[in-house]
């Protein structure tokens, strides 16, 4: 072995990280020692491994012969022994801190003494497992995120206790597989489960206090965020169990209530519905085709459009895109007003009975329903309701912007609506981890991007939306102390500065 290289590498666990992570490595061209508990549990992850490259090979990204020689590089046993010529193993067994000490007991004894031994923990102290061992010097995390083959980044975790070098090389081991290493301190929930949690916490809140509903979050997510797939999916596919383990870590370490896990979570935890590992979580797997949502069928309705603000001009777009016919106030079915001067209370008083009016954000005096388009290149309309709504009004509303080919979802009319509800104090959370010296702009834009396939990274996105927006939409204060809103997103604002 020379130094700074690995050539034979151990996986210890090969559930759905593990198997992700022993696949990689043999993917990168080394050879693989994957050990698992019992010959049905070694199954299990030879079932995972056959699967997923088997899918590469369906979608024309491997050959047969491609496969089976990554097949061939790992080498499936029940022997802990069998570890013993390896240069680093990687531990991915269930979080639970007495069994991770167990195995780094086993490794201990089993494994060289130069070779570096490494967890892909994610709630737990890497510290404290590799205080545990007889050589803590040699301990480091590696963190792979969910799907292991898919995602680009790996957090690579170094304690107090290790030695000089062994971050580097494993980082040096991550960059040969493809990977980008993001370089981090053992703190809970490291740079990018810190940042997601809190974001997908809020969700579950969001849902338990009824703002809207599951499948509506995750619309608003995925067609306004631009985020590759919702919270609740998400969550389903981290598995829940875990979500609530990665989120006690941080609330531990934080006390933010915003970590508290959302009561929901524990819930379903508790009720054994852990998400698409168990078939059912937020969602149920295996049923019929999920409800296709608002039918887009039908002629599109007639559409006036009053002013010229940032929803009326969102709106002309569609209505060109979509043919539309243009219509006066009195007669249209959707009634779209917003900028400057517009008097909803008057357009309102024109509109046809049955007529569906849209005002901006916030305003949702009389019958005229608040309406938010987060963003211009997206299809997303956010339709706000009050507890004076009547529901068919939004039910009206709803197939009418699905109609002229918009996303449509409902919440309560209230600041932020959905997305911004959700991005943005995830976009101050960023900040104040770059404020405290936790990690720098391009580990937190990275970690996000490549970790959880965000469009871009938290700080570039800040940027790009704008700090008076954020901090308007965090309720700062000039003249009061607001402990949420990070000091650093206030200075630079003003300041004049953006991040990058
Ligand atoms: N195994 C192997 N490959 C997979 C895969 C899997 N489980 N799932 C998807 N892929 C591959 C597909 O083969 C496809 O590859 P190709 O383009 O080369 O053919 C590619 O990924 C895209 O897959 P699909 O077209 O089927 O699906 P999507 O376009 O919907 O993408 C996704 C799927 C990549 C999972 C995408 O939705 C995504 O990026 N989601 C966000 C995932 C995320 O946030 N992960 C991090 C969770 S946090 C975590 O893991 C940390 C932990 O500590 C909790």
Same mark, same amino acid.
């Given at each position: 072995?020379?130094?700074?290289?690995?050539?034979?590498?151990?996986?210890?666990?090969?559930?759905?990280?593990?198997?992700?992570?022993?696949?990689?490595?043999?993917?990168?061209?080394?050879?693989?020692?994957?050990?698992?508990?019992?010959?049905?549990?070694?199954?299990?992850?030879?079932?995972?491994?056959?699967?997923?490259?088997?899918?590469?090979?369906?979608?024309?990204?491997?050959?047969?012969?491609?496969?089976?020689?990554?097949?061939?590089?790992?080498?499936?046993?029940?022997?802990?022994?069998?570890?013993?010529?390896?240069?680093?193993?990687?531990?991915?067994?269930?979080?639970?801190?007495?069994?991770?000490?167990?195995?780094?007991?086993?490794?201990?004894?089993?494994?060289?003494?130069?070779?570096?031994?490494?967890?892909?923990?994610?709630?737990?102290?890497?510290?404290?497992?590799?205080?545990?061992?007889?050589?803590?010097?040699?301990?480091?995390?590696?963190?792979?995120?969910?799907?292991?083959?898919?995602?680009?980044?790996?957090?690579?975790?170094?304690?107090?206790?290790?030695?000089?070098?062994?971050?580097?090389?494993?980082?040096?081991?991550?960059?040969?597989?493809?990977?980008?290493?993001?370089?981090?301190?053992?703190?809970?929930?490291?740079?990018?489960?810190?940042?997601?949690?809190?974001?997908?916490?809020?969700?579950?809140?969001?849902?338990?206090?009824?703002?809207?509903?599951?499948?509506?979050?995750?619309?608003?997510?995925?067609?306004?965020?631009?985020?590759?797939?919702?919270?609740?999916?998400?969550?389903?596919?981290?598995?829940?169990?875990?979500?609530?383990?990665?989120?006690?870590?941080?609330?531990?370490?934080?006390?933010?209530?915003?970590?508290?896990?959302?009561?929901?979570?524990?819930?379903?935890?508790?009720?054994?519905?852990?998400?698409?590992?168990?078939?059912?979580?937020?969602?149920?797997?295996? =049923?019929? &085709? +999920?409800?296709? *949502?608002? /039918?887009? %069928? !039908?002629?599109?309705?007639?559409?006036?459009?009053?002013?010229? $603000?940032?929803?009326?001009?969102?709106?002309?777009?569609?209505?060109?895109?979509?043919?539309?016919?243009?219509?006066?106030?009195?007669?249209?079915?959707?009634?779209?007003?917003?900028?400057?001067?517009? =008097?909803? &209370? +008057?357009?309102? *008083?024109? /509109?046809? %009975? !049955?007529?569906?009016?849209?005002?901006?954000?916030?305003?949702? $005096?009389?019958?005229?329903?608040?309406?938010?388009?987060?963003?211009?290149?997206?299809?997303?309309?956010?339709?706000?309701?009050?507890?004076?709504?009547?529901?068919?009004?939004?039910?009206?509303?709803?197939?009418?912007? +699905?109609?002229? *080919?918009?996303?449509?979802?409902?919440?309560?009319?209230?600041?932020?609506?959905?997305?911004?509800?959700?991005?943005?104090?995830?976009?101050?959370?960023?900040?104040?981890?770059?404020?405290?010296?936790?990690?720098?702009?391009?580990?937190?834009?990275?970690?996000?991007?490549?970790?959880?396939?965000?469009?871009?990274?938290?700080?570039?996105?800040?940027?790009?939306?704008?700090?008076?927006?954020?901090?308007?939409?965090?309720?700062?204060?000039?003249?009061?102390?607001?402990?949420?809103?990070?000091?650093?997103?206030?200075?630079?604002?003003?300041?004049?500065?953006?991040?990058?």
């Amino acid at each position: 072995m020379s130094e700074g290289s690995f050539s034979k590498v151990g996986v210890v666990g090969l559930g759905t990280m593990g198997a992700g992570i022993a696949e990689v490595l043999a993917r990168g061209g080394l050879a693989v020692v994957g050990v698992e508990i019992n010959q049905e549990a070694l199954e299990r992850g030879r079932g995972h491994l056959e699967k997923s490259t088997g899918r590469a090979v369906k979608r024309g990204r491997l050959t047969e012969d491609g496969q089976r020689e990554i097949l061939d590089r790992i080498r499936l046993t029940t022997a802990f022994g069998d570890l013993a010529d390896c240069d680093l193993v990687v531990e991915a067994v269930p979080e639970r801190l007495d069994l991770k000490h167990k195995v780094f007991a086993e490794l201990d004894k089993v494994v060289r003494d130069d070779a570096i031994l490494a967890t892909n923990t994610s709630s737990l102290s890497v510290t404290a497992i590799a205080a545990a061992t007889g050589r803590p010097a040699k301990v480091v995390g590696v963190h792979f995120f969910n799907p292991a083959p898919v995602m680009k980044l790996v957090e690579v975790i170094g304690t107090v206790l290790t030695e000089d070098g062994a971050v580097d090389r494993v980082a040096a081991l991550v960059r040969g597989l493809g990977k980008t290493p993001v370089v981090i301190g053992d703190r809970a929930g490291f740079v990018a489960n810190r940042l997601l949690f809190g974001y997908l916490n809020d969700a579950a809140s969001m849902l338990e206090t009824r703002h809207a509903t599951r499948d509506d979050i995750d619309t608003a997510m995925t067609a306004g965020g631009g985020l590759p797939m919702g919270p609740f999916t998400l969550m389903d596919l981290i598995g829940l169990d875990t979500c609530l383990e990665v989120l006690e870590a941080i609330y531990a370490e934080t006390r933010d209530r915003r970590h508290a896990p959302a009561p929901v979570l524990r819930e379903l935890v508790t009720a054994g519905l852990l998400g698409r590992k168990t078939g059912r979580g937020f969602y149920s797997y295996g =049923d019929a &085709a +999920a409800d296709a *949502g608002p /039918a887009q %069928d !039908g002629p599109p309705p007639s559409v006036a459009i009053v002013g010229d $603000g940032e929803l009326s001009r969102a709106f002309a777009a569609a209505v060109n895109a979509a043919g539309a016919p243009a219509a006066k106030v009195e007669e249209a079915d959707l009634v779209v007003a917003s900028g400057e001067d517009i =008097d909803l &209370a +008057a357009v309102e *008083g024109r /509109a046809k %009975d !049955g007529a569906v009016v849209l005002g901006e954000g916030g305003l949702t $005096g009389g019958g005229a329903l608040a309406a938010h388009k987060p963003e211009a290149d997206r299809p997303l309309v956010e339709i706000g309701v009050t507890p004076v709504t009547p529901p068919e009004a939004a039910d009206r509303a709803v197939a009418l912007v +699905a109609r002229l *080919g918009l996303t449509p979802v409902r919440c309560r009319a209230r600041r932020g609506f959905i997305v911004d509800a959700l991005r943005f104090p995830y976009l101050n959370d960023a900040v104040a981890m770059l404020d405290a010296g936790y990690a720098d702009a391009d580990a937190i834009d990275a970690a996000m991007a490549l970790g959880c396939g965000y469009p871009a990274g938290p700080i570039a996105e800040i940027d790009r939306l704008g700090i008076g927006r954020a901090l308007d939409q965090l309720e700062y204060d000039p003249d009061e102390a607001n402990p949420g809103v990070s000091d650093r997103l206030r200075e630079q604002w003003d300041l004049g500065l953006t991040f990058r």
